[in-house]
Every structure is written in C-alpha cells, then in structure tokens.
C-alpha cells in the first residue's frame, strides 16, 4: 500500500508544480519584505564589576557598633540579586535618556540618509523604501501611545536594554541592540554609568554620615552654650566650690557661736553684742549662697546632659568615619560598551531562504491535500490511489 502512494503522491506533487513555486515564491517575497522591513541591527555589550562590601550587606547598626558577624556571612549572590534590583529602577533609564537624549534614542533607522553616493539605483530607491517605512511606522507608534518623547525613550530604553548576571561570578553584563554601532555603544556606556549613579545613591543613603554629624555639631554647639552659662553663673557669683565654700561658712557660724558663748560666760556684753551682728550677717551669706544652690544645680545639671550627648554623637560620628569603607563605591566598570561594525540582523538571504523553503512544503501539503480530495481519474496513477487494480 505504501509503495503504491509514494509514486501517486510524486505524481500529485509534478501535477501541481506551479502551485508549490507559486506558494514558495509568495513565501521568499514574505521573506523579502521582512528583510526590507527590518532596520539593521548591531550590538554592543558593557560589563560591571561588583564587589560586595559592607555598605552592600551590613546595616548601619553594626556599621556603628562594628558587630560584622552578619554581614560576613552573606553571599555575594544576594548582593547580585539585590544590584539586580537596584539597576531595574526606572530612574536608571531616566538618566540614560538624560545622557543620551531623547531624540537620539528614538530617532528611526534612515538608510536614505547615510547613502554616499555610490549606491545603485535600486538600492536607492530600496533605501526610500526602508526610510519611509521606518519613518511611518515610528510615527504611528508614537500617536498610538500618547505618551512624550522623554516617557517613550525610557520605556522603549526598559524593553530593550539587556541587563543579567554572568553565571558564577560577580560581573553584571549590559547589552543593548540599536540601528546604529555607534548608538549602541554610546546606550551602553550611558547605561553603566548611570548604573554606578544609582548605585552610589541607593548604598549612600544608608551610610551617609551627613545627617549625624550635623547633629553632632549642633549638639557639641549647645553643650558649648550651656558650659558658658554655667561659668558666667560662677564667676557672677563668685563661686568656685559650693560645697567647700558653704562648709566655710557653717565653720564660722560654729566658731562665731562658741566665741558668743564665751563672751556671755565671762561678761563681756559689748563684745557679745558686736558677735551676734557678725553672726547675723554670716547667716545672712548662708541664706544668700543656698539661694544660689537650685539654679547652680540646674546649671550643672543641663551643662552635663548636653555634654554626654554631645560626647555620644562625637563617639558615633568617630567610629563611623573610621570605617572608610562604608563611603566607597564597590562598583565599577569592568568593559566600556563595545563598538561592533558587523550588523547582527537581518540576514536577507538566510530570510528569503527560510521562507522560500516554508513556502515550499506548504505548497507541497496544499497539492497532496488537493489531491486527495479530488476524485476525477485522469491517469492511471488516479486509479491506483483508489485501489483499482490494474
């Protein structure tokens, strides 16, 4: 049974020859506009270099305390992915756009424009062809989303830059395919140093010291004041040591009353008269000086408070400065984007080619299929398809 389709089907194939060319032509035509259709395409590929450190995988608590322990367990894999993170920001695309320009990074691929003068006249006007149909086309894209030139650059930027992690290492590979080798490499190199930006920015944020040591300052500042204030207090006062000065002044009042006691056991009343007002007077300056007491105490009180505070945040402020580390970029660009003049798409010939050759064995199903359902005899081979014997 088999060996009697194999010859019917050859001869179904030769029947319908034309039709199989027909369809395979259509298909390397299809092939064809595709090519036309398709700017050229280079590409370009950057690499960053990552070098997880304490800012990447510790916490400024620790970084203060100098307790590491955590952080030196971490994986560099885990910085990886969360650098992955960091770089897929739409801020990261905002600032190549910025570097870049919009303009540039949408401008439509335009062979017309860069002919020398040298091209043939069908390539010329293949090259119209390609300008007005890229021109077009870009057009429509830009009205259907509404969106400005600044916004689409940056959403075009976010589905077309490659950004992935090469396996095992801590290299970050950056790639992006443009009309242009020059646009390629000139996204890429936008690309890693807009990814270093962010970088700094995000890992920054935590370790900065900008905010503590402005609060140191203002803390040492106001212990400053209030030492000041305690001193001027003092010196008004003529205090230098209150406890010893008051203990001073209770040892005269104690000599001051035996001296009383003695001049009113021997008689001497005047003498005892002149006592009693150098006495009053001494309880006088008693009275005056614990007056004084409270508000030298609150004066100690606030001096010392601000002080330890202010000591506090200068010790902070110390141990943080000593880890340099922390206010180190740990990345960096390990290949600028590379300029390859060798386009990697379209292949015109390898198009034509496979959609020729889809055509063909489309043809092919399209005779056999018609061939079957056709049920007029014209040759023998007919009958022997329908299990006539001959």
Not at 132 to 146: E, I, M, N, V
Not at 174 to 199: G, K, R
Not at 280 to 298: G, Q, T
Not at 364 to 383: E, G, K, M, Q, S
């Amino acid at each position: 049974m088999t060996n009697r389709w194999i010859p019917c089907a050859m001869t179904f194939v030769r029947r319908n020859l034309l039709l199989i060319l027909l369809v395979a032509g259509v298909g390397a035509c299809f092939g064809l506009l595709r090519a036309l259709t398709t700017p050229n395409q280079y590409r370009s590929v950057g690499k960053l270099l990552l070098r997880p450190g304490m800012r990447e995988v510790s916490k400024p608590e620790s970084a203060i305390s100098g307790d590491d322990t955590q952080a030196a367990r971490s994986s560099s894999g885990e910085a990886i992915q969360n650098e992955m993170q960091v770089l897929a920001s739409p801020i990261l695309f905002a600032k190549v756009v910025e570097r870049v320009g919009a303009e540039q990074v949408l401008a439509p691929y335009d062979p017309a424009s860069r002919g020398d003068g040298s091209e043939t006249w069908f390539e010329s006007k293949v090259h119209a062809f390609q300008s007005w149909w890229f021109q077009s086309t870009d057009k429509r894209a830009s009205a259907d989303l509404g969106l400005d030139a600044k916004s689409l650059a940056r959403n075009m930027l976010a589905e077309s830059i490659d950004m992935y992690p090469e396996a095992g290492t801590n290299v970050i590979s950056v790639a992006y395919v443009s009309h242009s080798p020059d646009l390629a490499q000139e996204v890429v190199n936008a690309t890693l140093d807009a990814a270093i930006a962010i970088h700094d920015e995000v890992f920054h944020a935590r370790s900065s010291l900008d905010a503590i040591e402005a609060d140191a300052q203002m803390a040492e500042q106001t212990a400053r004041t209030a030492e000041r204030t305690l001193r001027t207090f003092l010196r008004e006062n003529s205090i230098y040591d209150h406890d010893v000065q008051r203990s001073g002044i209770l040892d005269d009042l104690s000599a001051m009353d035996r001296q009383i006691r003695n001049t009113k056991e021997n008689g001497q009343l005047d003498k005892q008269e002149q006592l009693a007002v150098a006495r009053a007077a001494l309880v006088d300056e008693l009275a005056a000086f614990d007056a004084k007491i409270p508000n030298l105490h609150r004066l100690e009180l606030d001096a010392m408070q601000k002080r330890t505070l202010a000591s506090r945040l200068k010790e902070g402020v110390t141990s943080m400065q000593a880890a340099q580390r922390l206010t180190q970029s740990n990345i960096a660009v390990m290949q600028v984007g590379t300029l390859e003049p060798i386009q990697i798409a379209p292949a015109p010939g390898k198009r034509v080619l496979t959609a020729g050759l889809v055509g063909a064995l489309a043809g092919t199903i399209l005779a056999l299929l018609l061939a079957w359902r056709t049920r007029r005899v014209r040759r023998r081979h007919d009958l022997a398809a329908l299990g006539v014997p001959l």
